[in-house]
């Protein structure tokens, strides 16, 4: 049973760049969040996709954007980077009614 | 304000020498509380979820409970494999999927 898995691990971008990072959801999982994780913290919410919408999202600028596709994988989208951004993004999925949610190994994003 | 902390902030052990991770919450009706296992560069590796006061789980030498203020884990007889960063979450009540809020975790050493 292949676990939640996302792509590329690692990433170097400039200040002003785009990214886009990838996420494919356990099997059986049809909800994917999405979250930014600095060094020292814990995990932040940025959003959740359901049904290919945008169902809830956390405290983050409009350069962070989302999307879901029929197949339930999912991408992050960052507009305009900035050094802050540097961190690892992890994407986490879950099967409705559960709310236990399954991290991915992440995306280490470094902005220089 | 903070509505997830854990202390301490980080934990060395003798191998064998038992001991107890905090997790104090405030949240306008809990849903859920989550405990995850985080090795440095990796995601959060789920390990517990609980639901209401007076809830216990176990795993192997972990054991996690709940009150209506705080959760603890427990480990019991530590192992230098038990070594990693111990986060907490809580799921609120309103809402349908919820987003997990994070705490910054302990970070725990087993020497032995």
């Known amino acids: 049973d292949a676990g939640v898995t996302q792509s590329p691990t690692h990433l170097i971008k400039t200040r002003g760049q785009q990214v886009t990072l990838r996420c494919s959801p356990k099997?059986?999982?049809?909800?994917v969040s999405w979250y930014q994780q600095a060094l020292g913290q814990g995990p932040q919410f940025i959003f959740q996709?359901?049904?290919?919408?945008?169902?809830q999202r956390g405290n983050f600028p409009d350069r962070f954007s989302g999307h879901q596709f029929p197949n339930y994988s999912s991408e992050l989208n960052v507009n305009a980077l900035l050094l802050g951004d540097s961190a690892l993004y992890l994407c986490?999925?879950?099967?409705?009614?559960?709310?236990?949610?399954?991290f991915g190994p992440g995306t280490r994003l470094t902005v220089t | 304000e903070d509505q997830v902390t854990q202390s301490p902030e980080a934990l060395r052990l003798q191998e064998g020498e038992s001991s107890s991770l905090n997790c104090s919450y405030t949240?306008?009706?809990?849903?859920?509380l989550f405990w995850y296992r985080q090795d440095p560069g990796k995601g959060p590796e789920f390990l517990f979820t609980?639901?209401?006061a007076g809830e216990e789980k176990e795993k192997e030498r972990l054991k996690a409970t709940l009150t209506k203020k705080e959760s603890f884990l427990h480990i019991t007889a530590p192992k230098p494999e038990d070594s990693a960063t111990y986060l907490c979450?809580?799921?609120?009540?309103?809402?349908?999927?919820?987003?997990?809020?994070f705490g910054k975790g302990t970070k725990l050493s087993v020497k032995p």
């Open positions: 986490a999925s879950t099967a409705r009614p559960s709310y236990e949610q399954y």
């Open positions: 099997s059986g999982h049809d909800t």
């Open positions: 979450a809580v799921q609120e009540g309103r809402g349908s999927q919820g987003n997990l809020i």
């Open positions: 949240v306008s009706g809990l849903r859920g």
């Open positions: 609980l639901y209401s």
């Open positions: 996709y359901y049904e290919e919408e945008e169902r």
